[in-house]
């Protein structure tokens, strides 16, 4: 079955495919939040195998949809259509795409080829030309890859609690990506979840993690929706979604370390910055993430001095983005 979410100027766009391959398409017509209905309208449609989502149709920026995609690829299986018509290859918004896991793209303006191009994406092996390649496999002539520089961490049960300023602003990527880091530099570290979204949920469903008591255990880390604990760790990642407005979260306020995440588009600083005031009473690490390099000193002047910029990530399991970040960030902890 198809899922698609359209415009009133495209509703009968997928009305041949239907006929050509046999597959009911769902309309739901309109103009839509994506990541909201990835979050909350999803769900009741995971058994669909095409998701197919007119541009038009979605309210968010080129940058906000390519954050959603990167939700729905974390928790659903459905291949995703996106047909953006006129849509340039080379254009920055397509190689995001492309790079987030998306390779159905319809791009062609012509009602003839957009209709061949559609055909393509909902073939048995999608379409081909955006598909990224595998790298090589490595044959025993080449280096190894050089390994994780290693670290001793010299402590116990260190909380490090992690809010956004916002929705929407890389925290939970954060704590994983951070877990990720400890574990393969020398360190143990753990995933609590306090995050009222409760995407953990929506990952264990998706993953089908091992389990031992009350750990879920996927890419050899430790994931606990409650603070009960299987063992003792160097750090416990606390994921605290959004920080609280009128009372900041127990977690957060007794934190060894606290590290708030934000954005930059014009109207979230003035949210990132008010984030910052509520916690003026603790010591706190803002992290500016998906901040332009152009950006960056005027959200400096505005949020804070001591601010620390990350790359954006779209992989829950990676260790390498923002290393030198968590290094600093950690670094009273590491032996030398």
């Known amino acids: 079955m198809i899922l698609y979410l359209t415009s009133k100027d495209r509703v009968n766009l997928l009305d041949f495919a239907e ?10 017509t309109g103009r839509f939040s994506l990541l909201q209905f990835v979050v909350k309208d999803m769900r009741n449609f995971s058994h669909f195998k095409y998701f197919v989502i007119d541009r038009n ?49 319809v ?37 190894p890859l050089p390994q994780q520089e290693q670290y001793r961490f010299d402590c116990t049960n260190i ?15 954060t704590a994983f990506n951070l877990v990720c880091w400890i574990n393969s530099h020398g360190g ?26 009350n750990a879920y255990i996927l890419e050899q880390m430790d994931f606990y929706f409650t603070k009960e604990l299987n063992k003792d760790y160097n750090f416990i990642v606390i994921d605290c979604g959004v920080l609280g407005e009128k009372q900041l979260q127990e ?6 370390v606290r590290v708030l995440c934000g ?41 804070s001095n001591n601010i620390r910029f990350g790359e954006s990530s779209h992989d829950l399991f990676d260790p390498n983005v923002n290393a030198a970040v968590y290094k600093r960030l950690l670094s009273e902890y590491i032996l030398i």
């Open 159 to 173: 909380t490090i609690a992690i809010a956004g300023s916002d929705r929407r602003t890389g925290v939970t990527t």
């Open 57 to 105: 149709a979605v309210v968010e920026d080129d940058v906000e949809f390519v954050k959603a995609i990167a939700s729905f690829l974390i928790m659903y299986e459905a291949r995703i259509i996106v047909i953006a018509e006129g849509l340039q290859a080379e254009s920055s918004f397509a190689k995001e795409l492309i790079q987030s896991g998306v390779s159905d793209l």
């Open 251 to 256: 977690e957060f306020v007794h934190a060894n």
């Open 263 to 303: 954005s930059a588009m014009p109207y979230e600083l003035p949210v990132f910055y008010k984030a910052i005031r509520r916690c003026k009473e603790y010591a706190v690490q803002a992290l500016g993430l998906f901040v332009p390099g152009d950006l960056q000193p005027h959200v400096q002047r505005l949020i």
């Open 19 to 28: 006929q050509e391959t046999n597959l009911i398409a769902k309309k739901l």
């Open 188 to 213: 143990t570290a753990c995933y609590v979840e306090a995050n009222t979204s409760k995407h953990l949920a929506h990952i264990v469903q998706l993953f089908q993690p091992g389990q031992d008591r």
């Open 107 to 143: 791009t062609a303006q012509d009602i003839e080829d957009i209709q061949a191009e559609i055909l393509e994406c909902l073939s048995a092996n999608g379409m081909q030309r955006y598909k990224i390649s595998p790298a090589p496999t490595q044959t025993n002539d080449e280096l």
